[in-house]
């Protein structure tokens, strides 16, 4: 097997994040699940849009911002995600490639625009997620460039993939390249709608292709159909070798073959705004692992990448991890 | 004279602004002027955006972010400007409106794109702005609507409208329907090299038509040419019935007809980026002047909008100022 050149490579849906302040009669008369995430079409984007108010504009997208983050880190990292050619996907190849992630998918020359998501933060700190998919709908097999993936330790995927059409394929077509190159696959389960969406093809994709899991408290009960976190946590171990399960305010665990172990929250003086904690939590993690680093380690880089997003608006570091992580 | 059914109308250049972090090296490199606004045309827009950092894009332009500054203070306000029909000339439209801001300008259907403002923020907090000013360069007389002109409390103009070659033009003729109207005139000195540029036509402007003159210490220095303050303040009450210069931590000085109140700075846990101080100085004293407070009052509501734009990243505000006066 060749030296990795590359510590990871993600995949998933490439976001132009449009991120306002609401609050909870708003979100009621917009008939939205606070915290949640739902797809929507571009007629219902342009109401949600023209109803809510004054917006700050920032790339996103849920691997995205864990790649944008492990950069951050001072890992080597790169992208596979589709734009299309407008101003917004000009913006989501700069952030990504300024923040110096390798992004080599061409973007789309005709068909929807690029990706947005009305990212609705309330009092509470909690976002409401609106995505309108736009040009991700053309991410297929054809833009899994094998070589950058057998050059990555970790190929990670966003389970929000499963919600574009043509996606799924070039999801198992980048986890088989991966494996076939000796390397791991890792796997976000990224909302527990999306769990409910696709619950039996996660099921059976984590039983034989993820080698490293991420999800939170809700979308690992939603996977097991279980309310016990407990029970949930020991049917996991006997699916994956390695997963982590975030629990907010409470920290998370790491399930790995031999030994659970409980991480806590870093602290953080006021929580702004949530959107990207889960995101962040997985830079780090794949950070710490891909610099094999023990997993404890790991989980507490994972937890200081999660405390500096959640401490300002947007999903992308506002100061540089690798500084972050040295101050703590 | 009728009844003023708007506080203040704002008349500016268009901007959105692109603000990302960058080290003094980077504008050593680029040959910025560290604290000022470079005017740019398109191509190095392109190579400044090329070699810069991941941003985030929110609406800006200093008269726009004064008027949704008012906006967000309680105010009834309204803005004159020019965006192209594009995606960020709706971004800004989409912004100003959800605001709560009248802005009946229509964007351009050809020409120029819609402004851009690339800000450099350093780690000092100091921010270093290149403005490519696209579609503003056609707003002319022919935009200034008299009848809103007229219904405004204050006409409130910024310097920066100097250098688009129609918008002086614009500027002389909205400043005569609204003393016409029997209203007030206010003016921002915008940027010590757009008053080196302007200088001339500047102290005619404040001489014969401003009643209000915003500017901080570089500017008015600039303006009278001396490194005086106390001399600047001088001759400034000789010039107009009332101004306010701002002094950054120093605090502000307002210069009215009989009388000099030296106005303290708000405090701030933590200065992030000072971009917008002077725009929403002026939202928070033009507010508490419309509303007929006392000088004083006034220059500390300024105070307090200044303070809470530098505590966070971009140039308009992230809480509701109603919300942040009432807590202070």
Redesign the interface.
């Known amino acids: 097997m060749a030296t990795a050149s590359l510590d990871v490579v993600g995949i998933g849906n490439a976001i132009v994040d449009v991120i306002a302040h609401a609050d909870d009669g708003f979100l009621a008369a917009s008939s939205m699940v606070k915290g949640g995430m739902a797809l929507i079409d571009e007629a219902r984007a342009e109401a949600i ?2 109803g ?8 996103g997208g849920s691997a995205g911002n864990t790649i ?1 983050g492990i950069a951050s880190l001072g890992g080597r990292a790169a992208y596979i995600g589709k734009v299309r050619d ?3 996907g000009k ?1 989501f190849r ?3 490639t ?2 110096g992630v390798e992004f080599p998918t061409p973007a789309a020359t005709d068909g929807p625009a690029t990706a947005r998501c009305m990212i609705l933060v309330t009092p509470d700190a909690q976002r409401t997620m609106n995505t309108f998919l736009g040009a991700c709908v053309n991410l297929g097999p054809d833009d899994i460039d094998a070589a950058l993936i057998a050059r990555a330790q970790v190929t990670y995927l966003e389970g929000y993939l499963y919600d574009p059409p043509l996606a799924q394929e070039a999801f198992r077509r980048a986890a088989g390249i991966a494996h076939e190159a000796g390397r791991k696959v890792g796997l976000s389960l990224s909302d527990s709608f999306c769990v409910q969406r696709h619950r039996a093809a996660f099921l059976e994709l984590v039983d034989h292709h993820v080698d490293i899991l991420f999800a939170n408290e809700a979308e690992i009960t939603a996977l097991f159909e279980t309310t016990d976190f407990d029970e949930a946590t020991r049917r996991l171990a006997g699916l994956c070798d390695l997963a982590a399960v975030t629990r907010g305010a409470a920290g998370s665990v790491i399930v790995a073959d031999s030994e659970i172990i409980a991480v806590p929250a870093a602290p953080v003086s006021r929580i702004v705004d949530t959107t990207g904690a889960g995101d962040l939590y997985a830079a780090g993690f794949l950070y710490g692992l891909t610099q094999g680093k023990p997993l404890a380690e790991c989980g507490r880089l994972a937890s200081l990448a999660a405390a500096e997003i959640i401490s ?3 999903a ?1 570091p ?1 100061t540089p991890l690798s500084d972050y992580v040295r101050a703590a």
């Open positions: 849009y023209a809510m108010g004054p917006g700050l504009e920032m790339s944008a407008d101003v917004l913006v700069h952030d990504i300024s923040a300002h608006y947007g992308r506002e």
